[in-house]
């Protein structure tokens, strides 16, 4: 530490203690991971860059990933700031599964309705708004797993084949149609009872 009369002045880390830091913090992260997921699902991370840099946002923001019992299903709950993935879920759909819950966790994440200001029809627009983003994000991670010789969900395949087909315009078209890994709705239901429960009736809007 460098001393002025009056001021104190830490000195400051090199590029190659920065990257030292980062590093030994990267190593850090993916022992939790293999604790957590097991040594052959980091070894499969390991062939997205994209998702490793995922989990460095997610681990830097506080959001704490959670494997949870039951059936095959994600979600990111926002009053825990954690992502719950399904235990039982194969392999490389938690991975990919990661990578949808980070849109909603950090990039796009879903606010509630406005009583009286909100509307229904604009609410359900705007998750599947949200949601087009999340799954256009995972495709990327599907790509990168496809280009290492990864198998991949044949759900997750068929999203890869509508967005080479239409682009975000497909996806957000087939959502529509689409039933939650959470709750068995279609989206647009899914998100019009979210509506519906948080906004009392005398407030709401078509």
């Given at each position: 530490?460098?001393?002025?009369?009056?001021?104190?002045?830490?000195?400051?880390?090199?590029?190659?203690?920065?990257?030292?830091?980062?590093?030994?913090?990267?190593?850090?992260?993916?022992?939790?991971?293999?604790?957590?997921?097991?040594?052959?699902?980091?070894?499969?991370?390991?062939?997205?860059?994209?998702l490793i840099d995922d989990i460095d946002k997610i681990r830097a923001a506080g959001v704490r990933i959670r494997l949870v019992d039951g059936p095959c299903r994600a979600y990111y709950d926002r009053k825990k700031r954690t992502i719950y993935i399904g235990r039982w879920c194969p392999r490389n759909y938690k991975l990919i599964s990661i990578a949808h819950e980070f849109v909603h966790a950090l990039v796009k994440p879903t606010l509630d309705p406005i009583p009286g200001k909100t509307g229904r029809q604009e609410f359900i627009n705007r998750c599947l708004e949200e949601e087009t983003e999340a799954i256009v994000h995972e495709i990327e991670i599907?790509?990168?797993?496809?280009?290492?010789?990864t198998p991949v969900d044949p759900k997750e395949?068929?999203?890869?084949?509508r967005y080479r087909r239409g682009g975000r315009k497909a996806i957000r078209k087939a959502l529509e149609k689409t039933i939650t890994s959470t709750?068995?709705?279609?989206?647009?239901?899914?998100y019009g009872s979210w509506y519906d429960e948080i906004v009392p009736p005398a407030q709401r809007i078509p």
């Open positions: 530490m460098f001393r002025i009369p009056g001021l104190f002045l830490m000195p400051r880390k090199t590029d190659s203690e920065q990257s030292k830091a980062k590093a030994k913090a990267a190593k850090s992260s993916l022992r939790n991971l293999k604790r957590q997921f097991g040594k052959r699902m980091v070894e499969t991370l390991l062939k997205s860059p994209t599907v790509k990168e797993l496809i280009k290492a010789g395949l068929e999203w890869l084949k709750t068995g709705e279609d989206y647009p239901e899914y």
